[in-house]
């Protein structure tokens, strides 16, 4: 017996010996095979794909990983494990304005799951970061092909080092290489890790020539950040954009943390393979394929052992029938496994099929099931524009909300299927995404995703819940910021947001600013006066000149974003009707304090002083900007993001709020007349509309 378990011992010790060896790899082409791919990960023509390809923008996130875990450093010794990487890949895009977010070399812990799309480059699980979970660590090189200020990147085009954090101890912009990492153009990349002095160097370049300089190091004691065995790979994800990461070669070395080798022969570095083995053998002799993988290795040691010490434990023992059976079961059941393990292999994993996200049109009863008949108990809010329902769609039970509204005219049906074909091809990671419509029943009802934090309004004002921390309301300004830019900018018809202000800005399970209802204001208000629009909730956000003349610009957007920054930084409602006449509007208290250089002072004391004092005054002084009463001395929204991201100065802010250049006198009443006379009816109670 005591044998027997000295031998299960042995025989686990060696599994994880075996894996501490020096091992190499290196495929030239991908199959299924020693690979274990994950989210939309998929193989064509011998390339890997790490995100979809569709001819649609869409929200996709994929992960491929050696099978085998590595071992990354040796805790008897505290040494870390050397190791050199290899690899070229592309991004390629047919629609640039649109486009992230990147691609990572990753060595992570965790092998069955991928983290959450888009700027989580699906290393990281978005709802862990708002929970404050603690999560699989990981080390990655990031390949980032989209700015994200809550990260603070650099810009869209760089390579980073992130150490279990998506903010990147390290970064260097690849322009300086005269490189673009979204060219599509193959990229080669050297990955190197010397662990003994703790230095990882990274090189690119656009031919397969190493080249002598690093465009990156950094320096940090890998077993601070890793477990002893990892997974290494590739992660990548796009979030409503359409670019295709691709990699083409990979090739991998370690020295498997240096431990000791025990009851073995040194065996010497296993040279390289292909990975489709049709390929390998018209090229080259193979070196016996069974001394490749750590699997097939183990069995034949298992074996050699056996022999030795069985034959010692003969001349001493007399007990050895049942031990012999014992270890013939082990044997079976050591390959049993390797057969299982290999057969596993060989079966494509399932692609996921809820990330693609092309609007679609609902059937009316499809909807009322999911809200279980339009039930009270759904309404998660209401609007101007109708009810608003959490929904479950039957079958894949994804999470949704149903915006209903009941419609009057006939011609209304076509206007409003015109606006949706540009509705629905808005793609953004800061818009709430449109999932799809109905129109039965002369009702309207619009199917978005679901967010799980609610609206903005909710998170500033609500009662529940702690109060919302600075770093998450800068990312959220800064999304907001990005929403309206590529709204105004970048999208094929510009599109006029018309309503932006806290409780139409949603937050996703990050804390990431969604924009809703995006375009639908001006198809549900166009034959309603903007004092309707007042009425209808949005006092305070509305530029002068709008309330003057009615008519929208990219300007009047502007000056609306402007009042949801104040109120953000402030924590206090554009309009407050309980405060002394002097102090009810907002922007002029702001600029009132900002005139006696006490800017700070309007810092929303809810935040007790947590925040940084240079984002703050930032963000102050672009509310002031943005609340210019003359539209033609407003920043544009891409100033504005520019001035976040500190690429752009921050333009002189008056000390006086200026009176409007257009002839005010012709405005029929000042926006302080009309806020009295509207009796602050509208915002009072309804904290939210949501979505
Ligand atoms: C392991 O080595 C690193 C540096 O080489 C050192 O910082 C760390 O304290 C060591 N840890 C232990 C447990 O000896
Ligand atoms: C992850 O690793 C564990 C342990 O090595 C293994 O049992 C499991 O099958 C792996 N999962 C996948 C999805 O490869
Ligand atoms: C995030 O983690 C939760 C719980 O661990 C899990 O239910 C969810 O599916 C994960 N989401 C993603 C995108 O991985
Ligand atoms: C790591 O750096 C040391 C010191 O520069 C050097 O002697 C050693 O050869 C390097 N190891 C590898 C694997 O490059
Ligand atoms: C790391 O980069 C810096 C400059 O970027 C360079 O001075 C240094 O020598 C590099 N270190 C290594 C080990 O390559
Ligand atoms: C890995 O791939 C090689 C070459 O195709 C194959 O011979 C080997 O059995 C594979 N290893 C495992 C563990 O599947």
Redesign the pocket.
């Known amino acids: 017996m005591a044998f027997f378990i000295w031998a299960l011992l042995c025989l686990i010790n060696f599994a994880k010996e075996a894996r501490a060896e020096p091992l190499s790899f290196a495929f030239d082409g991908f199959s299924t095979r020693n690979l274990t791919l994950l989210g939309d990960c998929f193989i064509k023509s011998s390339n890997l794909g790490l995100t979809r390809d569709t001819s649609v923008p869409s929200t996709s996130v994929g992960k491929v990983l050696y099978s085998e875990p590595i071992r990354f450093y040796n805790p008897e010794t505290n040494r870390s494990a ?1 190791f050199q990487t290899t690899f070229s890949f592309s991004v390629a895009n047919q629609n640039p304005a649109l486009s992230g977010d990147g691609l990572a070399f990753v060595i992570i812990a965790d092998n069955s799951s991928v983290g959450s799309p888009g700027m989580w480059l699906g290393l990281m699980n978005a709802s862990d970061v708002s929970s404050q979970r603690t999560r699989p660590p990981f080390l990655a090189v990031e390949f980032d092909t989209y700015l994200d200020v809550g990260f603070l990147d650099i810009n869209d085009n760089h390579v980073g080092i992130d150490l279990g954090n998506l903010i990147s101890i390290t970064a260097a912009d690849v322009g300086n290489l005269q490189m673009n990492l979204k060219s599509g153009n193959v990229i080669s990349t050297w990955i ?1 890790y ?4 703790g230095v990882l160097e990274v090189r690119l370049s656009y031919t397969d020539q190493r080249p002598r300089n690093s465009v990156l190091n950094a320096s940090f004691h890998m077993p601070n950040y890793v477990d002893e065995y990892m997974y290494v790979g590739f992660s990548a994800s796009t979030d409503g954009s359409q670019d295709l990461h691709t990699l083409y070669t990979w090739s991998f070395s370690t ?1 498997g943390a240096g431990g000791p080798a025990p009851l073995l022969t040194s065996p010497s570095p296993a040279p390289a393979f292909t990975s489709s083995p049709s390929e390998m053998d018209a090229q080259q002799p193979s070196p016996s394929p069974s001394t490749h993988f750590g699997g097939v290795r183990r069995l034949s040691h298992c074996k050699s052992i056996f022999c030795l010490k069985f034959a010692a434990f003969l001349g001493i023992s007399i007990s050895s029938a049942i031990v012999l059976a014992f270890f013939i079961l082990g044997i079976m059941a050591c390959t049993y496994k390797l057969w299982k393990a290999m057969k596993n292999q060989e079966t494509i994993p399932p692609y996921s099929d809820t990330l693609v996200t092309a609007p679609r049109k609902f059937t009316y009863k499809e909807l009322s099931l999911a809200t279980k008949g339009f039930s009270m108990s759904r309404v998660i809010g209401h609007g101007a524009f109708g009810s608003v329902y959490k929904g479950i769609l039957p079958g894949n039970d994804v999470a949704v909300a149903v915006k209903r509204s009941v419609t009057s005219t006939k011609e209304s049906r076509s206007e409003f299927l015109s606006e949706l074909s540009i509705i629905g091809r808005l793609r953004h990671r800061n818009l709430v995404q449109l999932l799809g419509w109905c129109h039965d029943k002369d009702e309207i009802l619009l199917v978005y995703d679901y967010m799980e934090n609610g609206s903005l309004d909710k998170a500033l004002f609500g009662n529940t819940g702690p109060v919302l921390p600075w770093i998450h309301r800068y990312k959220i300004l800064a999304g907001v910021a990005a929403a309206l830019a590529y709204l105004h900018e970048e999208c094929e018809q510009q599109v006029l947001h018309r309503d932006v202000k806290a409780s139409n800005i949603m937050l996703d399970a990050g804390f990431n600013a969604r924009l809703g209802d995006f375009g639908l204001a001006k198809m549900t208000d166009h034959n309603k006066s903007p004092d309707a629009t007042l009425a209808a909730g949005t006092m305070g956000y509305l530029a002068p000149e709008y309330i003057h003349s009615g008519k929208a610009s990219e300007k009047t957007d502007v000056f609306s974003y402007g009042a949801v920054v104040l109120e953000v930084a402030c924590g206090r409602r554009p309009l407050e009707r309980d405060l002394p006449l002097k102090e009810n509007v907002l922007v002029d208290w702001v600029w009132g304090l900002y005139r006696h250089g006490k800017l700070l002072e309007a810092a929303d004391k809810r935040l007790n002083g947590d925040f940084e004092e240079e984002e703050m005054e930032r963000l102050l002084r672009v509310g002031l900007l943005c609340s210019h009463p003359d539209p033609a001395c407003r920043p544009s929204i891409r100033q504005v993001l520019q001035i976040l991201t500190g690429e752009a100065m921050m333009p002189h802010v008056p000390l006086f709020k200026p009176t409007p250049s257009f002839a005010i006198s012709s405005l029929p009443v000042s926006l302080q007349d009309i806020i009295s006379e509207a009796g602050y009816s509208a915002r009072s109670s309804s904290p939210s509309d949501s979505i």
């Open positions: 050397s190197d010397n662990g003994t002095i020295d």
